[in-house]
């Protein structure tokens, strides 16, 4: 097969990425994967394409292909293949080794640090021929996913050096779930929220949009406004949208380095006290919220992420 027909199955790779359909609001990549014999394209696919959150790999190799001896083909994928997916599903990698495709041609590395550069290690130990797309379709393929990389730089908590705008690299605009610890008639409960954020530079607005299901008497409807600093730290205050209701308060949030979740405290007044706190967990799922919540819930001194 000759370098020109190997850049047009890439090609044709990265411009069947950009039909990739997000199953949610979260930020997802655009991945689009074609598989070749003897240099003829077999099938394609690209993440999303015939249910939701489905893997391009996936979606080519078990529900296009899944009766298909796949030797002697070749996988063009725009992503590095993932080497973890929750149970019972099978990381893309395992499955490209079990159905024996025998070459992978990828187009970009992971961004996420927990699993860059793992997909195509595992591949390679596990004897597939691992090739990469040359630097200007690798090029193409990050600039594909531009937004999704950004997400995952890491951020530098030194104050920017002087007279130069720290730069900000954390988009938290979107959908939150929180978890708050409050109470209810003078006792502890925790209440959860689903929050909106939407981010101008290092404004920060916040709401939640529903009230609290476990407190419907202690609940209410707020607005926040926070500012970000040094990428990392959320500091602000949150007002009831109720009319009746007086609660107000500040916020002061410490967020992890990939912006996926954030942990702090709120004082303020609520429906038992004038001055009282609690810790807060906002997180992308709200399974991480209610797992990070209970690890703070323990802390005694102080947290670093
Ligand atoms: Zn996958």
Not at 35 to 61: F, M, N
Request: proline share 5%; charged share 30%.
């Amino acid at each position: 097969m000759n370098a020109v027909i190997r850049r047009c199955h890439m090609r044709r790779a990265l411009e069947i990425a950009k039909s990739s359909v997000a199953e949610d609001e979260r930020m997802h990549p655009l991945v689009g994967a074609v598989l070749v014999r003897k240099g003829k394209i077999v099938a394609t696919a690209c993440r999303g394409e015939l249910s939701e959150g489905e893997h391009a790999e996936y979606t080519l190799l078990e529900r296009k292909l899944p009766d298909q001896d796949l030797r002697g083909t070749v996988l063009y994928t725009t992503l590095e293949p993932c080497t973890t997916r929750k149970h019972p599903k099978s990381p893309c990698s395992k499955r490209i080794v079990q159905r024996h495709v025998p070459a992978v041609v990828i187009g970009m590395l992971d961004p996420n640090p927990k699993i860059c550069g793992r997909g195509e290690r595992w591949l390679i130990e596990h004897g597939v021929d691992v090739y990469r797309f040359p630097p200007e379709l690798m090029k193409l393929a990050e600039e594909q996913n531009r937004t999704f990389r950004e997400q995952f730089q890491s951020v530098s908590r030194e104050a920017a050096p002087k007279g130069r705008r720290p730069v900000l690299s954390v988009d938290l605009s979107g959908r939150w779930y929180a978890v708050w610890q409050s109470t209810v008639d003078g006792r502890e409960c925790v209440n959860s929220e689903v929050v909106d954020i939407t981010q101008r530079g290092t404004r920060i607005m916040m709401r939640n949009l529903n009230r609290s299901l476990e407190n419907p008497r202690g609940g209410y409807l707020w607005r926040g406004e926070l500012k970000l600093y040094d990428n990392s730290r959320l500091m602000g205050h949150y007002v009831a949208a109720e009319p009746n209701v007086t609660a107000k308060g500040v916020f002061y949030f410490l967020l992890n380095h990939i912006g996926q979740f954030m942990s702090g405290k709120w004082v303020g007044c609520n429906h038992d006290f004038d001055l009282t706190w609690g810790f807060g967990v906002l997180a992308r799922d709200i399974e991480r919220a209610r797992e990070k919540f209970k690890r703070l819930k323990h802390l005694r001194r102080g947290v670093t992420y």
